[in-house]
């Protein structure tokens, strides 16, 4: 049984980091903000998932599972939400561009 | 494994410190100084300080961002390069560093149990803490209780940046701009995007809850009042930045604030006065219950209530100081 | 453990040159304030690195379990109050940025010392 365990948890460890590392080279390889910010979110959230899946299955039936399982609910709440409003703040500042002059720099 | 691991989140801080004083964008170096403070408080974990590790996220990661970005958002985004020669300044640091890379070669290696530091008072702490205090924290019993002097001075610390963050940027306003309406322009926030609104408003009070948990948790684990205050400090900020700053200071008006930065300092000093009144020394806070080890509980549940209370307060009236400044000088 | 024997104290040296170099060789304000803020980190990691015991764990101590080795405590309570402190200062230092910006309409060092020179 453990040995099962250990089994599914070292699956989900890859399967996360490999997601994560193929969304962190899709950030450093797309080509404009928004592709880029599709890489990394998308992947963010399912390695988030993957990665503390294994932890949890690691832990076993304790508090530290509860515990986890609150810090991914709160990932998978907030990190869509700061991707969406990253993209929203620049497409405001794309139409804020078109329309004015260049802000001044110090 | 650890070690691996180790090795590869102090390297990742010096690339990111190298990246920070590289950029010319001040947006991107306050971003990158904020996963420069996350790698940090990993590192911590990993050196079996998890109190700290906690600080330095909520404080470093999150506050200081906040108050770079509204610094940032008043004065310029962008820093010209230097036309100077830095022939100058790269000779007299890598002075310092070889002479402070000499010094490093004395230092026992990591670790060492027979290291100095570890010798005199830190085995007293961890052996006379569960007879004396008896809460299983030994640094916030440290904190709280041995070190309570300490503690209190740096309230006080905290106490004097809030007034003089308020001093200088509460004078010479614009006439008319002391606090704007909450449906002026500028103050809107994020008010007409669905979507961070309605997550926010699910999350605030789950992070307000878990910086009270934090704060009463502090002696059963890593915890106390400054975690918990830079904790829901955050969540009134993030109030402030979905739904204007007009709506959280309506929530929290400038009075109420100002009274809880003065009343946890206060806090902080009346249970040290009470100690002396029942017979004992400032501070001391065996005197506190019938039987000392209960006094002293008591004792540290107020002060980090102090502590806390402070902490909230302070930074809370720095942020309204910066978010209420008006850029358009 | 021996590996990271001195890798620690490098890496603190490192970041506190850097830190420094930031502070004395940009002009630029923020970027001092900034530079700082790396300077008090490295001081923050020097500490921290000395509190490691090999094999212990983190000073809380757990009911019922003896023979545990614990990490120093005192370097730790030393550090959280450095650490909001610094955030004190920085906080502060931010403030008079901003006021030197309205005041002299820009935060580059050398111009707002030719400025006073001129004035």
């Known amino acids: 049984m453990n040995l099962a365990l250990d089994i599914a948890s070292w699956v989900l460890f890859g399967i996360g980091s490999l997601v994560l590392f193929i969304g962190a080279i899709g950030v450093l390889r797309m080509p404009t903000l928004y592709t880029r910010m599709h890489a990394a979110s998308l992947t963010d959230s399912l390695g988030a998932i993957a990665v503390l899946g294994g932890i949890m299955l690691q832990a076993g039936w304790s508090l530290a599972a509860l515990k986890l399982l609150a810090i991914l609910l709160f990932l998978l709440l907030t990190s869509p939400t700061s991707s969406y409003a990253l993209a929203n703040a620049a497409v405001l500042a794309e139409k804020r561009d078109a329309e004015s002059a260049p802000e001044p720099s110090a | ?329 | 453990m021996e590996l990271l024997g001195l890798y620690n104290y490098w890496v603190f040296v490192a970041l506190l040159m850097i830190g420094f170099y930031a502070v004395i060789a940009k002009s630029n304000l923020v970027k001092k304030l900034i530079g700082l803020s790396i300077f008090q980190a490295a001081v923050f990691l020097l500490y921290i690195s000395m509190d490691k015991v090999e094999g212990g764990t983190a000073p809380i101590i757990q009911a019922g379990v003896v023979d545990q080795v614990y990490s120093n405590p005192l370097p730790q309570v030393l550090i959280l109050t450095a650490i909001v402190v610094g955030i004190s200062t920085t906080a502060l230092g931010l403030a008079i940025v901003v006021r030197i910006k309205e005041a002299y309409g820009t935060i580059k060092e050398h111009e707002v010392s030719a400025m006073d020179r001129e004035a």
Request: charged share 10%; hydrophobic share 55%.
């Open chain 2, 1 to 329: 494994m650890t070690i691996l691991f180790a090795l590869f989140l102090l390297t990742m801080l010096v690339i990111t410190a190298v990246a920070i004083v590289q950029t010319t964008d001040l947006f991107a170096a306050v971003m990158l100084l904020g996963i420069f403070s996350l790698l940090m408080a990993a590192n911590f974990f990993v050196l079996d300080a998890a109190d700290v590790a906690l600080t330095e996220a909520a404080v470093g990661a999150g506050i200081s961002t906040v108050l770079f970005l509204g610094a940032l958002a008043l004065t310029a985004a962008r820093e010209r390069p230097a036309a100077d020669r830095p022939w100058l300044p790269l000779l007299v640091v890598l002075v310092t560093a070889a002479t402070v890379v000499y010094a490093t070669f004395d230092k026992p290696a990591l670790g060492d149990p027979n290291a100095p530091v570890h010798q005199h008072v830190a085995p007293w702490y961890l052996s006379e803490t569960p007879r004396l205090i008896d809460i299983p924290n030994v640094v916030t019993a440290v904190l709280g209780s041995y070190r309570g002097y300490d503690t209190l001075g740096e309230v006080f610390v905290v106490f004097a940046a809030a007034i003089g963050v308020l001093f200088v940027l509460s004078g010479d306003r614009p006439v008319g701009d002391v606090i704007r309406p909450a449906d002026a322009p500028t103050t809107r926030g994020l008010k007409h995007h669905l979507i961070p609104r309605i997550v926010g408003k699910l999350l605030i009070p789950f992070i307000i809850l878990f910086g009270l948990y934090v704060q009463f948790h502090g002696e059963y684990g890593p915890g106390g009042g400054f975690q918990a205050g830079a904790i829901i400090a955050a969540g009134v900020i993030l109030y402030a930045l979905l739904q204007g700053e007009g709506r959280a200071l309506a929530a929290l008006p400038e009075p109420v604030l100002k009274a809880l930065v003065a009343g946890g300092a206060l806090l902080y000093t009346l249970v040290g006065v009470v100690c002396m009144f029942l017979g004992g020394n400032f501070l001391e806070y065996s005197v506190l219950a019938a039987d000392s080890v209960t006094g002293q509980q008591v004792g540290i549940i107020l002060i980090e209530a102090g502590v806390g209370v402070a902490v909230t307060g302070v930074l809370l009236c720095i942020f309204h100081a910066f978010a209420a400044r008006d850029p358009a000088h």
